[in-house]
């Protein structure tokens, strides 16, 4: 490869171009530094992304945000998309249990139902169920409250039922992770303390939850959250930043012998140019391996071995989301609300949920017109049959068995909607489809990766002017993702010092 001559120094690099990388290099340029973000892939938003199928512009990535906190809408309001708010359709959702179909409880976090003798917690977990879980509300005030994981929190205040037909479908559904293998604080901020205050998960649970059905502690844009990812990058071009696209950062090293001294990075190009940008910062917003190794020769012993270890024991799962447009009269009756979640083990079924996109929001219903349907199907890796996932995880893998492995896909999605929805869907109903695959997409936070992520911010802690976030590390989903990369912008924009 022919190298070309040493960029100018610029203040920050970000690596990653997905929304925390995004968000963040939105942070530097509206400070008023020079930043240049370093994306791999053709375009930059990552996992919230959008396809035109069928003339219907649709999300086949993120489609909808937790509205805790307020971080997201805060941040969808200051890029001037505050009218484009929406809630879902309060029609709730389902799960698709072994035996049953039932309806998700309308008041709860994660499946914990934060009214147990409900109707709909009975038809879920069922009479005898119902009342063991009751028993959180007598049980002493701090039992289980140091257990480790969600699931067992749950099943020693609330029985196994509750793991098993509720916590369990809704927990892998978000986070492709069993409850038992699930840090509590990472998944469900606040709710040990909430038990602790309140005397039961129950109480906990009212605290937080919407009374609303399932769906209404989540919002979306209207036409899309792929707008949320075009307005950061119109903005940070508008302020100067530089985005660079189809490039992947290949070294990181200091570019002097001071503490204080530039960081060189490296990186190739499309036309397989290789190229340095020397930047007084980096902030690293990609997935743990990439980052463990460009910062490994880096990092000081003994912080690199021990982080390093726990890094390659990390658990990480494909995402494949399958999305069709189809034409079905019989779905205008939206047999399943805004969608299904699928519990372990229920025979016939590979995908671990759909979402009935159409049902869900009321503006692609009106744009999509009667008895036309946009329906998503999720899957792990795991999910995949091995033919498929294989043709589809090896990078430069042909068009041909790309297309073969897509084909296999889609007629199992819609199979497994068939089965879900309680509806015939065939071939001749399809008018469009697309297929999108994520490596290494999600990190499921459990106690050992929660060790993870304090190892390397400790040993990162010692490099001048490094950063780390990303769904990896501030876990899953646009509500976490989101303020992390804000805080850990700010973080550095104060330790930023131009070298002497």
């Given at each position: 490869?022919?190298?070309?001559?040493?960029?100018?120094?610029?203040?920050?690099?970000?690596?990653?171009?997905?929304?925390?990388?995004?968000?963040?290099?939105?942070?530097?340029?509206?400070?008023?530094?020079?930043?240049?973000?370093?994306?791999?892939?053709?375009?930059?938003?990552?996992?919230?992304?959008?396809?035109?199928?069928?003339?219907?512009?649709?999300?086949?990535?993120?489609?909808?945000?937790a509205t805790r906190e307020g971080s997201v809408s805060d941040l969808a309001i200051d890029l001037g998309l505050a009218d484009?708010?929406?809630?879902?359709?309060?029609?709730?959702?389902?799960?698709?249990?072994?035996?049953?179909?039932?309806?998700?409880?309308?008041?709860?976090?994660?499946?914990i139902p934060g009214n147990p003798l409900a109707r709909d917690v009975r038809a879920a977990i069922g009479l005898?169920?119902?009342?063991?879980?009751?028993?959180?509300?007598?049980?002493?005030?701090?039992?289980?409250?140091?257990?480790?994981?969600?699931?067992?929190?749950?099943?020693?205040?609330?029985?196994?039922?509750?793991?098993?037909?509720l916590v369990a479908p809704i927990c892998l559904?978000?986070?492709?992770?069993?409850?038992?293998?699930?840090?509590?604080?990472?998944?469900?901020?606040?709710?040990?303390?909430?038990?602790?205050?309140?005397?039961?998960?129950?109480?906990?649970?009212?605290?937080?939850?919407?009374?609303?059905?399932?769906?209404?502690?989540?919002?979306?844009?209207?036409g899309g959250l792929w707008k949320l990812t075009e307005a950061l990058h119109e903005r940070?071009?508008?302020?100067?930043?530089?985005?660079?696209?189809?490039?992947?950062?290949?070294?990181?090293?200091?570019?002097?012998?001071?503490?204080?001294?530039?960081?060189?990075?490296?990186?190739?190009?499309?036309?397989?140019?290789?190229?340095?940008?020397?930047?007084?910062?980096?902030?690293?917003?990609?997935?743990a391996l990439q980052a463990q190794t460009l910062l490994r020769e880096n990092l000081t012993e003994p912080q690199s071995t021990s982080a390093g270890r726990l890094l390659l024991d990390a658990k990480t799962e494909d995402v494949t989301i399958v999305t069709l447009v189809l034409i079905?009269?019989?779905?205008?009756?939206?047999?399943?609300?805004?969608?299904?979640?699928?519990?372990?083990?229920?025979?016939?079924?590979?995908?671990?949920?759909?979402?009935?996109?159409?049902?869900?929001?009321?503006?692609l219903a009106s744009v999509a017109g009667a008895g036309r349907?946009?329906?998503?199907l999720s899957y792990s890796g795991s999910q995949l049959s091995t033919p498929a996932k294989k043709s589809a995880s090896i990078e430069g893998s042909s068009a041909a068995s790309i297309k073969k492995a897509d084909a296999e896909l889609v007629a199992k999605a819609l199979?497994?909607?068939?089965?879900?929805?309680?509806?015939?869907?065939?071939a001749g109903d399809l008018r469009a489809s697309r297929v999108t695959r994520w490596s290494d997409a999600v990190t499921p936070p459990s106690p050992a990766h929660r060790e993870l992520v304090r190892a390397w911010t400790k040993a990162v802690a010692r490099l001048n002017r490094i950063g780390l976030t990303g769904s990896w590390i501030a876990g899953t989903g646009l509500a976490s993702v989101i303020p992390h990369s804000q805080a850990a912008a700010d973080q550095l924009i104060a330790g930023l010092q131009r070298p002497s």
């Open positions: 490869m022919k190298k070309t001559g040493v960029n100018p120094l610029v203040d920050i690099v970000v690596i990653g171009g997905g929304i925390a990388g995004l968000v963040a290099a939105d942070v530097f340029a509206r400070a008023g530094l020079s930043v240049t973000l370093i994306e791999e892939r053709a375009t930059v938003g990552g996992l919230v992304t959008s396809a035109v199928l069928d003339g219907l512009r649709l999300d086949v990535g993120a489609e909808a945000f484009d708010l929406v809630r879902p359709d309060p029609a709730g959702a389902w799960i698709r249990m072994p035996t049953k179909t039932v309806r998700i409880p309308r008041l709860g976090i994660l499946g005898k169920g119902a009342i063991r879980a009751s028993f959180d509300r007598v049980l002493p005030r701090g039992f289980a409250a140091e257990s480790a994981t969600l699931g067992e929190l749950v099943r020693k205040r609330m029985g196994q039922r509750v793991v098993d037909r559904g978000i986070h492709s992770t069993h409850p038992n293998s699930l840090d509590i604080d990472a998944v469900a901020p606040s709710l040990r303390e909430g038990l602790r205050r309140t005397g039961s998960l129950v109480g906990a649970v009212k605290e937080r939850a919407t009374t609303q059905r399932a769906g209404g502690a989540v919002m979306g844009l209207d940070i071009v508008r302020n100067g930043g530089n985005i660079l696209t189809s490039s992947r950062v290949t070294s990181l090293a200091p570019a002097g012998r001071a503490r204080t001294s530039a960081w060189q990075v490296g990186y190739t190009d499309m036309p397989g140019m290789q190229r340095t940008v020397r930047a007084l910062g980096v902030l690293f917003a990609v997935p079905s009269a019989a779905l205008d009756a939206h047999p399943r609300g805004s969608g299904i979640i699928v519990a372990p083990e229920s025979p016939g079924v590979r995908a671990k949920a759909l979402t009935h996109s159409s049902s869900k929001w009321p503006w349907h946009a329906i998503r199979a497994d909607a068939s089965v879900l929805l309680g509806v015939e869907l065939s």
